[in-house]
């Protein structure tokens, strides 16, 4: 949940939207970079704004294709407050979409926000869908309701032409959203004090919901270890069977809310849709592995799982046959100092995980961050490490502890970042934010990082 600091800069906009992409090309031996700028007109804001005077700054972003490869990334909005969509194929250049979060009613007489996490999936449709998390502060801003809501783009339609859906208004966080054919689910934290995973289903391509059952309730020791005590990850279908899975960093059994220690990695599986669960420890530390969420890929060609978390210092992955029932022991696929927000994704034997490296020994002020692809071409028996962004992608420490980081500082790239194959040539495509390339200057004179997300290509 991120409400504190992009209302903090919601306050000093708000002005009329404008539409701008423009592209910083450049590229490391294996992938090219494209930044992806716009959304705003700022003005009579008062606010400066470089190097594009029109950017909004996005962070947190996520990406999905099509099985005809239609591409979608999104990004979290921090002037002014949207979930910024942009639109197009591998190796192109993304068309700005719209601000979908727009959509969302309001909550009786109350205004409903959007602009916090957001996840992003197509169906065998090639229908759009967003889950996104929205905001539903109190008449004087003072507290706030989180809730969940599904913004549905049918094949073809315009951002106009896109419909709302709220599924969940109590006491949400992290929404994610998967398919198969046009049946989709989407996973969501409740942040309240069971802290437990819910899911919703639609099985008519996003148009109706309903709940069925969490992954973590009903699994003995997992649901101990759990409870008041865990940090999800994504929720994962395979397309060619009828596994549904969900992943989640969870600590030692709790009586009382919270020690929040994250030193387990499970995942539950589910052939029914998601009404049965069963749950599999896949691995465990003496250190917390919620740096800063665990990752999970299922090959969309041979059904093989791949996890992957970090530890605060390093990226490792284990890896199951269909139905994740074993485990391989965790294998370290990063080869740089310190290594976070890990994410993973597989297709045709063909293993991609991204990650936040910094040469530096500890996450500190001083650290000098770039964006990394441990990649493997043989179903994950080896891995080869590539730099992905061509210069520096963030200058100082990361945080990973969400809004309980000390101040609310060092978001700037908050939480997440992508990796997907495309479906038509296997080749990766990762989303990823940097705070090195805008800054605004509020009325005051301060100079404020503005970030941006960039979009790299596999070559």
Known sequence: MRVTKRLAVLVVAGAA?????????????K???QTLFGTWDPSGSGLTIAPDPTSSGDSEPAIAFANNGAMAVDGLGWLPFQ??????????TPSYFGALDQTVPSHGNRLTLGDEDADIEFTSANTMLLADLNVIPNPKFSQFQLGVDVVRCPAGASASGCTSTVIDQTKSDRPWITHRGTTAWVAYHDNGNSALIHVQMSTDDGRTWQTVSSPIAGQGGATGAATFNNIAGPIVADPNSNYLYDVYAAGTQQSKCCSADFNNVYVSRSTDGGKHWDT?????????????FPSLAVDQTTGQLYA???DGHDVWLSSAPPGG???TPAKKVSSINTALLPWVAARAGKVDVVYYGSTGAQNDPTSVWNVYDSQSTNAGASFDQNRVSSTPNRVGAVCTGGDACAGNVN???????EVAENPTNNKAAIIYTSSEISTYTTPDGVVHKLPEVVLAYEQ
């Open 308 to 310: 992957v978390w970090s």
């Open 280 to 292: 599999t420890l896949v691995a465990t530390a003496p250190v917390p592995l919620d740096n800063i």
């Open 17 to 29: 939207l404008a539409v701008s992409v423009a592209i910083a090309g450049a590229s490391t031996a």
């Open 31 to 33: 992938f090219t970079n």
């Open 411 to 417: 978001r700037e790239l908050l939480d997440l970042f």
């Open 325 to 327: 029932a074993a485990w």
């Open 83 to 92: 979930v910024n969509v942009w639109r197009g194929t591998f190796g192109s």
